[in-house]
Nanobody, 126 residues
Framework: AQLVESGGGLVQAGGSLTLSCVAS????????MGWFREAHLKDREFVAG??????????FYADSVKGRFTISRDNSKNTLTLQMNKVRPEDTAVYYC??????????????????WGQGTEVTVSV
């Protein structure tokens, strides 16, 4: 299976950006999927996650992005999206798409994801 992100780039603070992730080589409708980010010299951190169909497609967000970012998935297209609004300089990072097909899936825990994309870079200017 493969995850491919797109949509990163340079955006001004207060602006918007949409990240997309397309999954291929497998069926991900039951997988939890999430977005993580890794800023320079920092650990990879949870941004947003959504459970699979069997768990109702519930969404979860890090406090730092709640109310600004929206995660969504289209299972018919095996696509995961992160809509980023009102971005801030501290949102600057490489953003990774991830999927978990494990029997136990904690959307917040990066160790519970067994598929990762290559990352897409987001830079927010002042």
């Amino acid at each position: 299976a493969q995850l491919v992100e797109s949509g990163g780039g340079l955006v001004q603070a207060g602006g918007s950006l949409t990240l997309s992730c397309v999954a291929s080589g497998g069926t991900f409708s039951s997988a939890s999927m999430g977005w993580f980010r890794e800023a320079h010299l920092k650990d990879r951190e949870f941004v947003a996650g959504v459970t699979g169909l069997s768990l109702g497609g519930s969404t979860f967000y890090a406090d730092s992005v709640k109310g600004r970012f929206t995660i969504s998935r289209d299972n018919s297209k095996n696509t995961l999206t992160l809509q980023m609004n009102k971005v801030r300089p501290e949102d600057t990072a490489v953003y990774y798409c991830a999927a978990s097909t494990l029997s136990f899936q904690d959307v917040y825990n990066r160790r519970d994801y067994n598929y990762w994309g290559q990352g897409t870079e987001v830079t927010v200017s002042v």
